[in-house]
């Protein structure tokens, strides 16, 4: 059973960066992409980006010039840094695995880690 | 980017009803690449379809969607106590992904 697990501050000031990390286990983290996803409080889903095992990456336009994601694979591990952070960027970030199938990695979420509230504030 | 109109924003229902909650792209979603997914209180998303229409595993068939092109549905047939959830739609066909904000299945 493939388990995701989200770590870091969950306090962070504005204009600061903000830095998680999530651990797969259960699995190894080269059989699919993984993606962010985060959650404003009392609001909907917001798809962040993804990453492969290969450190290849794509973004979503509204937060590209911001985020970076990287993968640590002797860890299981893969990461979120978002620059120059602001309030709106209070929120529960999740980290996801996409659907495997016939070996293929498909953009729907099939696991999810139980999130982190990152509030920022000063 | 795809936008997603979930529709109804709030349903209320009880126990044993039959809910069926809409969500409609602006552009169509190519490979009825459409996933729902549920959400509990203080919980993840759980997901619920795939491919517009395929369950995922271990939910029950209850549960069930359809649709394609820009015109999706999920139908739960009867209402369980645990159903009583957050729901959301997303699409994978197109960079960005893209999620509905919701519908809220509510007790009534």
């Known amino acids: 059973q493939v388990q995701l697990q989200e770590s870091g501050p969950g306090l962070v000031k504005p204009s600061e960066t903000l830095s998680l990390t999530c651990t797969v286990s259960g699995g190894s983290i080269t059989t699919s992409h993984w993606s962010w996803i985060r959650q404003p409080p009392g609001k909907g889903l917001e798809w962040i980006g993804y990453i492969y095992y290969s450190g290849s990456t794509t973004y979503s336009p509204s937060l590209r010039s911001r985020v970076t994601m990287s993968v640590d694979t002797s860890k299981n591990q893969f990461s979120l840094r978002l620059v120059s952070v602001t309030a709106a960027d209070t929120a529960v970030y999740y980290c996801?695995?996409?659907?495997?199938?016939?070996?293929?990695?498909?953009?729907?979420?099939?696991?999810w880690g139980q999130g982190i509230l990152v509030t920022v504030s000063s | 980017e795809i936008v997603l109109t979930q529709s109804p924003g709030t349903l209320s229902l009880s126990p044993g009803e039959r809910a069926t909650l809409s969500c409609t792209a602006s552009h169509s979603v190519t490979n009825s690449h459409l996933a729902w997914y549920q959400q509990r209180p203080g919980q993840a998303p759980r997901l619920l379809i795939f491919g517009a229409s395929s369950r995922a595993t271990g939910i029950p068939d209850r549960f069930s969607g359809s649709g394609s092109g820009t015109d999706f549905t999920l139908t739960i047939s009867r209402l369980e106590p645990e159903d009583f959830a957050l729901y959301h739609c997303?699409?994978?066909?197109?960079?960005?992904?893209?999620f509905g904000q919701g519908t809220k299945l509510e007790i009534k």
């Open positions: 996801a695995r996409h659907r495997v199938t016939g070996g293929y990695s498909y953009g729907s979420f099939d696991y």
């Open positions: 997303q699409q994978y066909c197109c960079s960005p992904f893209t």
